[in-house]
């Protein structure tokens, strides 16, 4: 987890993470404690992840008999499948969701995006760590917290409980995984929104196909495709958290590339294994990146763009939100993120580590209340 803010007063914002060096105005105590633990955490999956020990093809084949053609011993004698295969990775998903997550029934149409269920579950654990540290450790004031030993706010330390949050889930696309793992890991409530029609129309489907959904996600369109929030939050809406993956390209053409690339890497990496088989090519740019519409892949400016918008569209909706939040998959566009939440006002900054086996990302949070403020709301919430 990252290093709780110093005071707003002295520092508006406050970048933190497992590598960042300690402000200059000062750190508590209870910062130091906190960094010493982040320190001490290994990489990897997040300690509550179901995930954090592989897959049990044997347990996810007899509740998911669809997944049972795509599995097969790997040359060192364990079951996988082939992740090069949009089928069979679709096949995964929906095993897993069923097996782990209670929902029963869960497809996407053809040529959509389908996300690795690992990592998208890593996201919200951390999001409930930032939660559950707002709610336990920030309903103080800020001068009674300051140069206080405080419990390092970390993944051990926070022991999961039940709390009303209402989330906003930006760009769900056809899958809404978020949503889905948001729900039924942490009992969480979800407005999902999307500029995709036919995606929305999909995740209704879902909905009506799992009764543990039903009345908890509610589905919003976004009619302006430069806009993120505008048009989504209601007046009178109040969310504890958003989240967003952004588009990762700036266009289709370098979404196609790296696509490319990923199909050879995974090629190599099997070949070094000792695989037979070859990874398939993608009939056509449908499957590209195992899926993915145009809003799910890219846009005009790609991430940097996007987060960029979306830091400006957040200073609107200040009072409305606990934190926003974004994963950011290219680091090098954090230096801009935080010019930016610096000219628009954020209070708190954190950035948060994420690793998924070799794959590092990170995600970035922001709030426009104080420590004191953010007490109060996690206090009053209910």
């Known amino acids: 987890m990252t290093k709780p803010s110093s005071k707003a007063s002295r520092k508006p914002v406050t970048k933190s993470g497992r590598n960042s060096k300690r402000s200059r105005s000062g750190s508590s105590k209870g910062d130091a404690q906190v960094a010493r633990a982040i320190n001490n955490q290994k990489p990897g999956l997040h300690p509550r992840n179901l995930h954090r020990d592989g897959y049990d093809f044997d347990k996810l084949t007899k509740i998911s008999p669809v997944l049972t053609p795509y599995v097969q011993p790997n040359p060192y004698g364990n079951l996988s499948i082939d992740f090069a295969d949009p089928q069979a990775v679709k096949a995964l998903n929906a095993a897993l969701l069923k097996l ?10 053809e040529g959509f995006l389908c996300p690795p269920i690992p990592g998208r579950v890593d996201y919200l654990h951390y999001i409930y760590d930032l939660l559950a540290g707002v709610e336990e450790f920030e309903n103080k004031s800020e001068t009674e917290t300051e140069g206080q030993n405080v419990p390092p706010v970390n993944s051990h330390t926070i022991k999961p ?10 760009g769900t696309g056809a899958n809404a995984i978020y949503p889905l793992l948001g729900i039924q890991t942490y009992g969480w409530r979800f407005v999902a929104s999307d500029v995709d029609p036919i995606s929305l129309a999909n995740v209704k489907a879902i909905v009506e196909g799992n009764n543990c959904l039903l009345g908890k996600l509610e589905i919003r ?7 993120v929030f505008s048009g989504i939050i209601k007046s ?19 979404a196609s590339e790296g696509s490319q690339r990923k199909l050879k890497n995974l090629a190599e990496n099997r070949a070094s294994k000792g695989h037979k088989l070859e990874p398939k090519a993608p009939k056509d740019k449908s499957q590209l990146n195992f899926g993915g519409q145009k ?4 846009c005009e400016g ?12 957040s200073k609107v909706f200040a ?11 290219k680091k090098e566009n954090l230096e801009a993120c935080y010019t930016e939440l610096k000219r628009v006002g954020a209070i708190t900054v954190k950035t948060i580590d994420m690793a998924q086996g070799n794959k590092l ?12 403020q953010r007490g109060l709301w996690a206090k009053y919430r209910g």
């Open 100 to 109: 782990d997550y209670q929902i029963e029934s869960w497809d996407i149409p």
């Open 161 to 170: 409980k039940k709390m009303k949050i209402k989330a906003l889930d930006i």
């Open 221 to 227: 369109l976004q009619n302006d495709h430069q806009k």
């Open 236 to 254: 009178d809406d109040r969310f504890d958290i958003t989240l967003c993956n952004p588009p990762f390209h700036a266009s289709l053409k370098e």
């Open 295 to 298: 809003a799910e892949l890219w």
């Open 302 to 313: 790609g991430e940097k763009q996007f987060l960029h918008n979306m830091i400006c569209e």
């Open 319 to 329: 009072t409305q939100c606990l934190w926003f939040t974004s994963l950011v998959s």
């Open 361 to 372: 990302t990170r995600v970035l949070a922001w709030s426009f209340l104080t420590p004191s």
